[in-house]
C-alpha cells in the first residue's frame, strides 16, 4: 500500500509540472494565424544557412586544393631540408646503437676488462677495435688512425691524442688504471 500511494504521488506530481509548463506557453503558439508568416521566416533561415553552408564548402575545396599543392610541390629548398632530416635521423639511429657499447666501455677500469665495440657509420663495429681495456692502451698509432677512420672522426695529432680521441668517442674512462 505505501509503495502505490508513493507511485501515485510521483504520478500526480508530474502532471502537474506537466500542467504548469503548458500554461506557460502562449496560446498563439498553436493559432494558424501567423503560420505562413513563420514559415517563411524559418524558409529564409533555412536558405541562409543552405548558403553559408555552400560557401564554407567552396572555401574548403579552394583551401584543399592549395594545401595539395604545397604537399606535392616541395620546392628544392624543401627538399633539401627533408634530406637533412633524413641524415640526422640515421646519425641519431646510429648513436642509439652505440649507447650499449659505450656503456659497458665506461665501466672499464681494470686492464684486464673487456671492450665492446661501438659500430661504426656503415651499422657494423670496426674490425681492428681492441678487446680488453689493457690492449686498447698499448695499441700502435696507425691501429688508432684505422678505427679513427671507421668512425668518421678527424685524424689529428700524437699517438696519445689519438687514444684520447678514441677513449672519448667510444666511452672508455681515463681514470682507474
Known amino acids: 500500500p505505501h509503495r502505490l500511494s508513493a507511485s501515485f504521488s510521483a504520478m500526480a506530481d508530474q502532471i502537474a509540472a506537466a500542467s504548469q509548463a503548458l500554461a506557460l506557453v502562449p496560446s ?8 505562413a508568416a513563420e514559415f517563411a521566416f524559418l524558409k529564409s533561415k533555412l536558405a541562409s544557412i543552405e548558403s553559408t553552408q555552400d560557401r564554407l564548402t567552396a572555401e574548403f575545396a579552394a583551401l584543399k ?4 599543392e604545397l604537399n606535392t610541390d616541395k620546392g628544392p629548398a624543401l627538399e633539401e631540408l627533408d634530406k637533412k632530416v633524413e641524415a640526422l635521423k640515421k646519425v641519431v639511429e646510429i648513436d642509439q646503437q652505440r649507447l650499449p657499447a659505450r656503456l659497458n666501455n665506461s665501466r672499464c677500469t681494470v686492464l684486464k676488462m673487456g671492450l665492446k665495440a661501438p659500430v661504426g657509420n ?14 686498447f692502451e698499448h ?3 696507425e691501429r688508432y688512425e684505422a678505427i679513427l677512420k671507421a668512425y668518421g672522426l678527424p ?16 666511452g672508455i674512462p681515463q681514470d682507474g688504471l
Not at 28 to 35: I, R, Y
Not at 155 to 170: L, M, P, Q, S
Open 28 to 35: 498563439t503558439a498553436f493559432s494558424g494565424s501567423d503560420m
Open 122 to 135: 656503415d651499422g657494423k663495429p670496426p674490425p681492428n677495435f681492441p678487446a680488453t681495456r689493457g690492449e
Open 65 to 68: 586544393e592549395q594545401f595539395t
Open 155 to 170: 685524424i689529428k695529432g700524437d699517438t696519445d691524442a689519438k687514444r684520447e680521441a678514441v677513449r672519448t668517442f667510444a
Open 139 to 141: 695499441i700502435t698509432k
